[in-house]
């Protein structure tokens, strides 16, 4: 079901694209990057940017927040967009192919739909804390994956430094203010 739908939308991007443009395009929305031929791979390391062709958990956050936002306007109940929203949730992790980040922020999105639906506060830190432990034990060897330490790390610092942010909202004429709350807004969705 899952993995035909991310075959099919690779195969759609083949069809109807350049064969190097639908490459980078498979691999930018499904983490494949297969089809990536090796003179793309080496230029975007040597540039830096490789990095950009992960999928991460902010894919997943975008993906599902634009979700969410069209299922909770046409619903009465609460209920009703955070399952949905979970659901789509655990068909990205799929579609994606089960990427560390993925699954990282998956979990932390589930706990944050989950607390709606049972109407309790999900707090980031034990949120990430929760994913991150049931990664762990789910694949021991995760500890050792750069893209699983980063994703963790970047979160951890995220979560630290929209804290310390948030305490600080300041007047709207002040200098900073608009940066401040927009960090804060990222950072909290």
Same mark, same amino acid.
């Given at each position: 079901? +899952? @993995? %035909?739908?991310? =075959?099919?939308?690779?195969?759609k991007f083949f069809n109807n694209m350049q064969e190097d443009e639908a490459a980078v395009t498979t691999s930018l929305i499904t983490g494949d990057k297969d089809y990536l ?6 230029? @975007? ?14 894919? %997943?956050? +975008?993906?599902?927040?634009? !979700?969410?936002? +069209? ?7 609460? %209920?009703?967009?955070?399952? /949905?929203?979970? +659901? ?9 192919? !089960? ?8 979990i932390m999105l589930i706990c944050v739909f989950a607390g709606r639906i049972l109407r309790r506060s999900a707090e980031t830190l034990n949120s990430l804390g929760l994913a991150?432990?049931? /990664? /762990?034990? &789910? ?8 893209? !699983?330490? /980063?994703?963790?790390?970047?979160? @951890? ?14 007047? =709207?004429?002040?200098?900073? &203010?608009?940066?401040? =709350?927009?960090?804060? &807004?990222?950072?909290?969705?």
């Amino acid at each position: 079901g +899952i @993995l %035909l739908s991310a =075959k099919r939308t690779r195969d759609k991007f083949f069809n109807n694209m350049q064969e190097d443009e639908a490459a980078v395009t498979t691999s930018l929305i499904t983490g494949d990057k297969d089809y990536l031929d090796d003179e793309t791979i080496s230029g @975007l390391r040597q540039s830096g940017i490789s990095h950009i062709f992960a999928v991460s958990g902010m894919h %997943l956050s +975008i993906w599902t927040d634009l !979700f969410f936002i +069209i299922f909770r306007r046409r619903s009465v109940s609460k %209920l009703i967009p955070n399952l /949905l929203a979970s +659901i789509f949730v655990l068909f990205y992790i799929v579609f994606t192919g !089960f990427s560390p980040s993925v699954l990282r922020a998956g979990i932390m999105l589930i706990c944050v739909f989950a607390g709606r639906i049972l109407r309790r506060s999900a707090e980031t830190l034990n949120s990430l804390g929760l994913a991150v432990t049931a /990664l /762990l034990i &789910y694949e021991p060897f995760l500890c050792g994956n750069i893209s !699983f330490l /980063l994703s963790c790390l970047s979160t @951890l610092t995220l979560i630290l430094t929209s804290e310390k942010l948030s305490g600080f909202p300041g007047r =709207k004429d002040q200098k900073g &203010y608009l940066f401040r =709350k927009a960090f804060v &807004y990222i950072t909290d969705s």
